[in-house]
């Protein structure tokens, strides 16, 4: 069965103060693996899709990685603003309807 | 706006009562996704439809639950005789079949509250 596990749960940091936020996964076979924030009470906002071990992508403060077992969302120099929860999910090649499957999230919060 | 949207985003009804959720995806996504997630938790795969059709439904999804997309645009997800473990928010979302970046978007969420 497919599965992910994020770490920490929560993470607080002063603004400024860089970090790394872990997603380990098991798959069959990886079509794909999604970074989402989500702010309370909203909806999950798309952020980065990665496909291959060793792909990097970026966007603004955020960068996410993936090996072959797990994805890294850093985070360099952080503001208040990036206070939010991050999902990390897989899609698995053999899924027909290609759903998500969701780790529990890490909660981030950026202290001024 | 041009994103999925839900509707409502909030509904409080008794135990017992029936709900009805609605969900317009973004405009040609032929593919559609209802998900649910409660309090500190990721989301859950509850069911999928490609075009008009369900395709795969989870077993999160008792009898008391039917979705449905008739003409192949918005959805609806329908739930009977609610439980107090019914409370969550219900996330839909939506892709288009093939699309570059193979992205799926979500909906606001529709928050129920069952007491």
């Known amino acids: 069965e497919d599965q992910v596990t994020q770490s920490p749960e929560a993470l607080r940091l002063q603004e400024g103060e860089s970090s790394s936020l872990n997603c380990s996964y098991t798959?069959?076979?990886?079509?794909?693996l999604f970074w989402y924030r989500q702010d309370p009470g909203k909806g999950p906002e798309f952020l980065f899709t990665?496909?291959?071990a060793g792909e990097e992508k970026e966007k603004e403060r955020l960068k996410a990685t993936l090996t072959k077992k797990e994805s890294f969302l850093h985070i360099t120099a952080p503001k208040p603003e990036d206070s939010a929860t991050y999902l990390c999910?897989?899609?698995?090649?053999?899924?027909?309807?290609?759903?998500?499957?969701f780790g529990q999230g890490t909660r981030l919060t950026i202290n001024p | 706006d041009t994103g999925v949207s839900q509707d409502p985003r909030h509904k409080i009804t008794k135990r017992g009562q029936n709900v009805t959720f609605r969900c317009d995806p973004i405009?040609?996504?032929?593919?559609l996704y209802w998900y649910r997630q409660t309090l500190g938790q990721g989301p859950e795969f509850l069911t999928y439809?490609?075009?008009?059709?369900?395709?795969?439904k989870s077993r999160l999804l008792s009898d008391r639950f039917s979705a449905e997309r008739p003409k192949g645009s918005f959805s609806t997800l329908e739930i009977q005789r609610t439980e107090q473990g019914d409370s969550a928010m219900y996330l839909c979302?939506?892709?288009?079949?093939?699309?570059?970046?193979?992205?799926?978007?979500f909906g606001e969420g529709s928050w129920l509250t069952v007491v």
């Open positions: 979302a939506s892709r288009q079949q093939g699309a570059l970046g193979n992205t799926i978007y």
């Open positions: 798959v069959s076979g990886l079509r794909g």
């Open positions: 990665l496909y291959s």
């Open positions: 999910a897989v899609q698995a090649e053999d899924q027909g309807a290609q759903k998500l499957v």
């Open positions: 405009s040609e996504h032929n593919r």
């Open positions: 439809f490609q075009n008009e059709a369900q395709l795969e």
